[in-house]
């Protein structure tokens, strides 16, 4: 049976892909923060005495951006690695984890980006946006290649339960004998 290629690729090397890409831009996307927000102190921040919890959440996001980028990243390179592991093993879950993980990461960074917005110059601002509007995209891209992997080895890994359960459900519980052939035919001919 003839696989299915979309923009020349099966599903597996797609999703292969999408960890790999998912590596590379992650270590791009911290160099770029690393530049911008590891300066960055809490000096700026208005020192009003507001006890709101949305002020001082949006204060701890702001003083600890950098860090909670760099925790966040770790853990995606370990996702992603995670994610072609589970490719070449083909493991549902490590492709259910990874995809779950990525749009989580997208959230957290989106949240990052317009908590931490104001304190940009114009030009950092803009690239910074393009950068998340495009990584988003192509994770969004990729994300369909995973999907078709996931729905071809959950079909598969389903199939393969089915086979073995008939086979349970005809023996009442038993595993099958198997003798080989030559075992049979030697034992065929000492009998005699």
Not at 173 to 190: A, D
Request: contains cysteine.
């Amino acid at each position: 049976m003839k696989q299915k290629r979309w923009c020349g690729m099966t599903a597996k090397m797609g999703t292969m892909l999408s960890g790999v890409f998912s590596i590379i831009i992650t270590h791009l996307y911290l160099i770029f923060e690393q530049k911008h927000l590891e300066n960055g102190n809490c000096t700026d921040i208005s020192t009003q005495n507001q006890r709101s919890f949305r002020h001082k959440l949006s204060n701890f996001i702001i003083c600890w951006s950098f860090r909670i980028i760099l925790f966040q990243s770790f853990i995606t390179m370990i996702i992603s690695f995670l994610l072609l592991y589970s490719v070449y093993a083909q493991i549902y879950r490590g492709l259910v984890i990874y995809s779950a993980w990525i749009f989580i990461y997208e959230a957290i960074n989106l949240v990052i980006q317009i908590i931490t917005n104001d304190f940009n110059i114009e030009e950092v601002r803009i690239v910074r946006w393009s950068g998340l509007v495009c990584r988003d995209l192509l994770h969004g891209f990729w994300m369909f290649f995973v999907f078709n992997y996931m729905q071809i080895i959950y079909k598969s890994q389903k199939q393969g339960n089915i086979v073995y359960s008939r086979r349970m459900s005809v023996l009442n519980g038993e595993t099958p004998r198997r003798k080989s052939k030559i075992i049979s035919f030697v034992h065929h001919y000492n009998t005699r």
